[in-house]
C-alpha cells in the first residue's frame, strides 16, 4: 500500500521553486541578487486597516468564528460587489477564505469528479493546474501567445468545451502577463458560455483595482447577467490593499456551491484568521484613497518597464492593461548563446543564466504555460527597476 496520495503524485512541484532557490544561494553566497518575482505590492498595508486590525485584538474580537466569515465582513463585500461591479449578492451567497487561494481551493475541491474538465487559458496563474489535478479533476490548457495579446477568442473557448468540461477558469488582468479583456472581448466569451449551460465559470478578479488608464476592468456577470446562477466571482484583499499577508479572499456565487465550500472549509481550516477579517471590513468599508494613490504608481513603473525592456535587444514587450507584471517574449533569443558558451534553448535556460550573470531574478514562462517569455513583476521601486532592465539590457546585448 503506497503512503502517499496517489493525488499527489499528479501534482508537480512548484516550477518556480528552482529560480527563487538559486537566487537564495546565490544572495547567501553575497552575491547582488534583484528580486523581479514577488507576487505582492511593495507597499505597506494602510494604517487605517492596521488600526482596525488592533482595535479588533483590544476588544477581544480574537476568538472563532463562522468558518465562512463573520455577518460584518459579509456585508461589506455585498456592499463592495454592489458598489464596484452592479452584482447584486445576499450575505448567504457570501464566502470568505483564507486568501483567494483557499476560496479557488474551495470550490474547486466541493464541485470535482473524476474526469471533470476545467479550462484554463495560458499563461496562467502557476496554482490553477495542480487546484484541479488535486479535486481529480482534468486541466484543459487554451493556449495563447503574444500575437493574441494574451487572451483566448471565442472560437478557442467553443473547441475547448466538452460535455465534460465543468468550470472555466477566468482571471483578467492576469497573472502572470497583465492581460486585462475589455467589455467586447470578454461579451464574445460570454456568449460563448449562454450556449453552454452545463459549464461554470470562476472568475479571479484579484487583481481588479490594479488596472490602467483607458482600460475599464469588467467581471463576466456584469457582462453577462445571465451567467449569475454559475458563476463564482472571486476576489480578495491581497493585491487590492496591499494585505497579502493577512491572508483574507472571499466570492459571491449561488447559495448551494457557497454552502458546499462553507462545508469543505469547516472540516478543514474552519474561520480565517478573526482579526483579519475585522481589519478586512475597514479595507472595504473605509477610504479608498490607497487603490489611486499605488495605482498611479504601479502604472508608472509598467511605463519604465515596457519601454526599458523593448530596448533590450530580442525582447518584445507588450504593455499590460493591468496587473503588477509584462511578460515578454523571448522568441527571437532562442538559439542565441551567451559569452560563456550556453545556448539559450528555452525560457528556463534564459532566466538561469540572466540570474546568474547579471543577478536578476525573474520567473520563466513554462511555469505559467506559455513559451518562450520570462514574468517581471514591477512590484518595488523605480530605482531598482531600472537597475534591474539594465541588467537585462546588457545580458541581451551579449547574447550572439
Ligand atoms: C491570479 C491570482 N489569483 C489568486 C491569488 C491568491 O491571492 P490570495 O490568496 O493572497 O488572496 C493570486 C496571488 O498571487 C493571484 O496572482
Redesign the pocket.
Same mark, same amino acid.
Given at each position: 500500500m503506497a503512503f502517499l496520495a496517489d493525488a499527489l503524485a499528479r501534482v508537480k512541484p512548484s516550477p518556480t521553486i528552482a529560480v527563487t532557490t538559486l537566487a537564495a544561494e546565490l544572495k547567501a553566497a553575497g552575491r547582488d541578487i534583484i528580486g523581479l518575482g514577488a !507576487?505582492e505590492p511593495d507597499f505597506d498595508t494602510p494604517d487605517n486597516i492596521k488600526e482596525a486590525a488592533i482595535a479588533a485584538i483590544r476588544a477581544g474580537k480574537t476568538k472563532y468564528t463562522a468558518p465562512d466569515g463573520i455577518p460584518e465582513l459579509k456585508k461589506a463585500i455585498c456592499a463592495k460587489f454592489a458598489r464596484e461591479n452592479g452584482l447584486d449578492y445576499k450575505p448567504s451567497q457570501i464566502s470568505v477564505g483564507t %486568501? !483567494?487561494?483557499q476560496v479557488?481551493y474551495n470550490a474547486l475541491i466541493a464541485t470535482l469528479n473524476p474526469g471533470d474538465e476545467v479550462l484554463i487559458p495560458a499563461p496562467y496563474?502557476v496554482s490553477y493546474p495542480d487546484m484541479v489535478l488535486l479535486g481529480g479533476g482534468v486541466p484543459v490548457v487554451i493556449p495563447t501567445s503574444i500575437d493574441s495579446a494574451f487572451k483566448i477568442t471565442a472560437g478557442q473557448l467553443e473547441a475547448a468545451i466538452t460535455p465534460k468540461t465543468k468550470w472555466l477558469i477566468f482571471?483578467s488582468p492576469s497573472?502572470p502577463s497583465g492581460a486585462g479583456y475589455s467589455r467586447s472581448e470578454l461579451k464574445a466569451l460570454t456568449d460563448v458560455l449562454m450556449r453552454h449551460p452545463h459549464v461554470w465559470v470562476m472568475t479571479?478578479d484579484?487583481y481588479e483595482h490594479i488596472a490602467y488608464e483607458g482600460f475599464e476592468f469588467v467581471t463576466p456577470v456584469q457582462v453577462e447577467p445571465g451567467l449569475y446562477e454559475r458563476t463564482l466571482t472571486v476576489n %480578495?484583499v491581497?493585491k487590492a490593499y496591499a494585505m497579502?499577508g493577512w491572508?483574507i %479572499?472571499y466570492a459571491g456565487g449561488p447559495e448551494h456551491l457557497i454552502k458546499a465550500m462553507a462545508k469543505v472549509q469547516s472540516q478543514s481550516t474552519s474561520n480565517p484568521c478573526t482579526i483579519s477579517q475585522w481589519a478586512a471590513v475597514e479595507a472595504l468599508n473605509g477610504p479608498q484613497d490607497y487603490i489611486a494613490t499605488s495605482c498611479r504608481a504601479f502604472q508608472r513603473r509598467r511605463d519604465l518597464v515596457v519601454s526599458m525592456l523593448n530596448q533590450a535587444a530580442g525582447v518584445e514587450c507588450p504593455t499590460p492593461e493591468g496587473a503588477f507584471y509584462v511578460y515578454p517574449s523571448i522568441r527571437k533569443l532562442i538559439g542565441k548563446t551567451t559569452p560563456s558558451g550556453v545556448v539559450i534553448e528555452n525560457d528556463e535556460v534564459f532566466c538561469t543564466q540572466l540570474l546568474e550573470t547579471e543577478g536578476v531574478a525573474a520567473v520563466f514562462g513554462a511555469a505559467f504555460g506559455t513559451s518562450p517569455n520570462f514574468r517581471v513583476s514591477y512590484a518595488t521601486s523605480d530605482e531598482v527597476l531600472e537597475q534591474a532592465c539594465q541588467r537585462i539590457q546588457r545580458f541581451c546585448a551579449s547574447l550572439k
Open positions: !507576487g %486568501g !483567494g487561494k479557488l496563474w482571471n497573472n479571479d484579484m %480578495g491581497s497579502t491572508r %479572499g
